[in-house]
């Protein structure tokens, strides 16, 4: 069972502050007003009371426009301020992020395989987020390209999420190959208007038609996709 509904997965939006002196409430607040379903505060470099006073806020506004707030890497921090969930890699502490979130808290977890994803989805995660293309702001993942999506989500009991390389020019071929949403860092951080940059990016994935769009991954609005990982 997801605890997300695949629609917040949308248009997931990732904050960095190294583009354009921009901070990372400058980006996420921009996201939010550009029509973002989703941010996710990915700020490694702050101490840790910067960034609970970031999550805290974030939280709050997300919370406020019908936005999914998750904090990457810190199940803590999204506790303590009030997050949906948290966001977490492959070396990080799967089982202890679940235990920490509860039962309702989101946890999202990145994934570079269909075993990765089965080892993922029993250690509790709603959604898998899966590198499509490289990317200088995460270098060290690893591109599976439309493929590795298409493969992934052939098979998940819950959403999947691309990321890597996408903007408003290929976001809809990555709903296409299966993927419940797209997930950017600096196709809204690095862009020279932000707001702007993510409102593209929703008109781009609203433009697939809706008769073509894939089942995989998906589900109705609060509803978990039933089955099992093959």
Request: hydrophobic share 45%.
């Amino acid at each position: 069972m997801t605890r997300v509904d695949p629609e917040a997965l949308r248009v997931y939006v990732l904050t960095s502050a190294s583009f354009g002196g921009r901070s990372h409430r400058d980006v996420a607040v921009a996201a939010i007003a550009g029509g973002a379903t989703a941010v996710q505060l990915r700020a490694p470099e702050l101490p840790d009371d910067e960034l609970f006073e970031a999550a805290t806020e974030l939280a709050d506004r997300c919370r406020e426009a019908g936005v999914l707030f998750v904090v990457n890497d810190r199940p803590d921090v999204a506790v303590a301020s009030g997050a949906a969930g948290a966001h977490l890699g492959q070396r990080d502490d799967l089982e202890g992020a679940r235990s920490s979130l509860g039962p309702d808290g989101v946890l999202g977890i990145s994934v570079g395989s269909v075993e990765q994803t089965r080892v993922a989805v029993d250690r509790g995660a709603d959604y898998v987020a899966v590198t499509v293309w490289g990317t200088s702001t995460k270098r060290e993942a690893v591109p599976g390209g439309l493929g590795l999506v298409r493969e992934i989500a052939d098979v998940s009991p819950v959403p999947v999420v691309g990321i890597g390389g996408i903007d408003a020019t290929n976001a809809a071929s990555v709903l296409a190959s299966g993927a419940a949403g797209v997930a950017v860092i600096s196709a809204v951080a690095a862009a020279t208007d932000p707001v702007d940059a993510t409102r593209a990016l929703a008109r781009a994935v609203d433009l697939e038609p809706s008769g073509s769009r894939p089942a995989r991954g998906r589900g109705r609005p609060g509803e978990a996709r039933g089955g099992r990982m093959r």
